[in-house]
């Protein structure tokens, strides 16, 4: 392929340039990207690991009421035993009071695991000890040595003890209720569990792997109720042994004293084995803090999950800029290639245009012809409706007059019902023939209106005395009353046609009210903008759902009596005043309602 044939557009020196200016432009983006990149990888990095932190926080917060929680409820039993008829009565020992301790005993470990529950008497020894089985029975022995059995003694209050070890070697915490007489306020004895840290505090989370997150809980004096260095269980946090082996960080000790002050506190320092997120917060029951819950997450784990969260947007990110550049690159090589080929296509598409011009000046102008002769067929028609329409109208008026007349001549009663039958035709089609004139003069928008002002009360008096003469009126529904308050209401209007839309609507308010009888009401106001608002309100079987939407539409009828175009040109008559016409099913379902408006004055 002769590429000199494709590069002939442009000066040689020219080329060389943009090729020079694509790559340092190519290489400044590149360098932009990896600066940006490691700023907003940064970023993102400190704002991982804030989260992070707030979560641990957060949990470490909800851990510690989760705990308080749990010793309330051990708290709540023991309150419940110490309280029960049987150790008021000072039955400390026997079958009734074991079976009451036995079943407390199985509701506690329900929940939490406990590893003894027993009764001390009020010279502190055990009276009952329920315990698991296999493991040794205290019952007989004087605990009166233990300090929480003498804080339970002397204060006569529920105590939750520190960190001791028993006699099997456990370290354990004990809780106590005092077994005080209601009535006497003699103390009796107490009742309490213990608690072997190890198994209670591993329920909540981990508390053997050191590197990952793990739990460590103290007491009040400081001392260590777990930890996954078993070395350091028992022993007190500020003693020699563990501040040697933290180094006696100073982080560290500044936030177990603070969180010992009874507030939340996290810290993030160096230790031997890495950095640590340490977030700690008080356990408190009764409203005091009693034991101190820690959190210690080493931060090589939270910021390997927060690693591999910004590598796989790296590498994304990275994906996408060398698939752009990658698409620039190919676009500027087939630009180059079809830049030749384009100046040849524009100028074959720029004589097919000017073709297409010529064409399309010809074409508009058949259009034009057509839409001429379209007016003028359209100007025939109506002329043709019109003729048509009026030339109907003069045979029919004499038919009515000679068939009024016929009848006053003739007695037979089957022969006046035929002449009945013509006249009623006639007058239908003369109704057909005026209703086609005014849809022809609205279509063509040769309505003329003649408008004055006039008392709109004397045409609905007018127009319901026409109703009634209507033998449409009197011989099918004479059982339907009429109902209107006469009201001075003064509009400006085409009195004939104001008085054709209230006949069309009062018409259709008796065609479609049943034979057992119902009230049509007209309603006549003036508003407060002096907008006038005319409503007719019939008890009859309402609007069809069908015909709702298109119910001024032209030939929008259900019914076999009328021509369907009564509505279409009421609407367009009060349309022409500048008002509105609407109608709707009544809300309790007896009928519908007509209403038009008319524009003040």
């Known amino acids: 392929m002769d590429f000199k044939k494709y590069y002939s557009i442009f000066p040689l020196n020219t080329k060389k340039i943009t090729i020079l200016s694509i790559i340092l432009i190519i290489g400044i983006s590149y360098g932009l990207f990896f600066y940006f990149q490691n700023n907003t990888e940064n970023n993102i990095r400190n704002s991982l690991f804030d989260q992070q932190k707030q979560r641990q926080i957060d949990a470490t917060e909800a851990l510690s009421h989760h705990i308080s929680s749990d010793l309330d409820s051990?708290?709540?039993?023991?309150?419940?035993?110490?309280?029960?008829?049987?150790?008021?009565?000072?039955?400390?020992?026997?079958?009734?009071?074991?079976?009451?301790?036995?079943?407390?005993?199985?509701?506690?470990?329900?929940?939490?695991?406990?590893?003894?529950?027993?009764?001390?008497?009020?010279?502190?020894?055990?009276?009952?000890?329920?315990?698991?089985?296999?493991?040794?029975?205290?019952?007989?022995?004087?605990?009166?040595?233990?300090?929480?059995?003498?804080?339970?003694?002397?204060?006569?209050?529920?105590?939750?003890?520190?960190?001791?070890?028993?006699?099997?070697?456990?370290?354990?915490?004990?809780?106590?209720?005092?077994?005080?007489?209601?009535?006497?306020?003699?103390?009796?004895?107490?009742?309490?569990?213990?608690?072997?840290?190890?198994?209670?505090?591993?329920?909540?989370?981990?508390?053997?792997?050191?590197?990952?997150?793990?739990?460590?809980?103290?007491?009040?004096?400081?001392?260590?109720?777990?930890?996954?260095?078993?070395?350091?269980?028992?022993?007190?946090?500020?003693?020699?042994?563990?501040?040697?082996?933290?180094?006696?960080?100073?982080?560290?000790?500044?936030?177990?004293?603070?969180?010992?002050?009874?507030?939340?506190?996290?810290?993030?320092?160096?230790?031997?084995?890495?950095?640590?997120?340490?977030?700690?917060?008080?356990?408190?029951?009764?409203?005091?803090?009693?034991?101190?819950?820690?959190?210690?997450?080493?931060?090589?784990?939270?910021?390997?999950?927060?690693?591999?969260?910004?590598?796989?947007?790296?590498?994304?990110?990275?994906?996408?800029?060398?698939?752009?550049?990658?698409?620039?690159?190919?676009?500027?090589?087939?630009?180059?290639?079809?830049?030749?080929?384009?100046?040849?296509?524009?100028?074959?598409?720029?004589?097919?245009?000017?073709?297409?011009?010529k064409q399309l000046v010809l074409a508009n102008k058949k259009l034009e012809s057509a839409n001429e002769q379209l007016k003028v067929h359209d100007n025939m028609q109506n002329e043709f409706i019109n003729i048509a329409a009026h030339e109907l109208r003069t045979p029919i008026q004499p038919i009515i007059l000679l068939s009024e007349s016929l009848k006053s001549t003739i007695k037979d009663n089957e022969q006046i019902s035929l002449i009945n039958a013509i006249s009623r035709n006639a007058k239908r089609l003369r109704r057909l023939t005026e209703d086609v004139l005014d849809v022809t003069r609205i279509e063509s928008k040769s309505l003329k209106l003649h408008k004055e002002q006039f008392n709109l009360n004397d045409i609905i008096v007018n127009t319901i005395n026409d109703i009634k003469i209507n033998r449409y009126f009197n011989n099918k529904k004479d059982d339907i009353k009429i109902l209107y308050e006469c009201k001075d209401v003064f509009v400006k209007a085409d009195k004939e046609r104001l008085s054709q839309v209230i006949f069309n609507l009062l018409s259709n308010a008796i065609k479609f009210t049943n034979g057992e009888g119902g009230d049509i009401s007209i309603i006549s106001e003036k508003k407060d903008n002096q907008t006038t608002i005319v409503s007719i309100k019939d008890r009859g079987s309402g609007i069809d759902p069908e015909i709702l939407p298109r119910l001024f539409s032209k030939f929008a009828s259900k019914s076999f009596e009328g021509t369907g175009l009564g509505l279409f040109i009421s609407k367009s008559i009060i349309e022409s005043h500048g008002g509105k016409i609407w109608a709707g099913n009544n809300a309790d379902g007896r009928g519908a309602t007509f209403s038009f408006s008319l524009p003040p004055a």
Do not use: C
Not at 113 to 140: H, M, Q, W, Y
Not at 304 to 330: E, K, M, P
């Open 74 to 357: 051990i708290m709540a039993r023991l309150q419940m035993l110490a309280n029960s008829a049987i150790l008021q009565q000072g039955e400390l020992s026997g079958n009734e009071t074991t079976k009451l301790l036995q079943e407390v005993y199985n509701q506690i470990n329900s929940v939490t695991l406990v590893d003894r529950l027993f009764i001390l008497n009020k010279d502190s020894i055990a009276t009952i000890n329920i315990i698991p089985k296999g493991e040794k029975s205290f019952v007989g022995v004087n605990f009166s040595y233990r300090e929480w059995v003498k804080q339970t003694k002397d204060m006569l209050m529920p105590v939750f003890s520190n960190g001791f070890e028993g006699a099997d070697g456990k370290y354990r915490i004990a809780i106590t209720y005092p077994i005080v007489n209601k009535l006497t306020g003699q103390y009796l004895g107490l009742v309490g569990t213990a608690l072997p840290t190890i198994p209670f505090f591993e329920h909540y989370g981990n508390i053997y792997n050191i590197k990952s997150q793990y739990l460590a809980v103290m007491d009040r004096s400081f001392f260590q109720l777990i930890h996954p260095v078993k070395s350091f269980i028992g022993t007190p946090f500020f003693g020699s042994h563990t501040q040697e082996v933290t180094g006696h960080n100073m982080i560290l000790n500044d936030l177990i004293r603070t969180v010992r002050s009874g507030k939340q506190d996290f810290g993030i320092y160096e230790f031997k084995n890495g950095e640590r997120l340490n977030t700690g917060s008080p356990i408190f029951v009764g409203g005091k803090p009693i034991y101190f819950v820690f959190v210690i997450t080493p931060t090589s784990t939270i910021y390997l999950q927060i690693n591999d969260i910004i590598s796989v947007q790296r590498l994304q990110t990275f994906s996408l800029l060398a698939g752009i550049t990658t698409a620039v690159v190919i676009l500027i090589v087939f630009l180059i290639k079809w830049n030749s080929s384009l100046d040849r296509e524009v100028k074959r598409r720029t004589e097919e245009l000017d073709q297409s011009n």
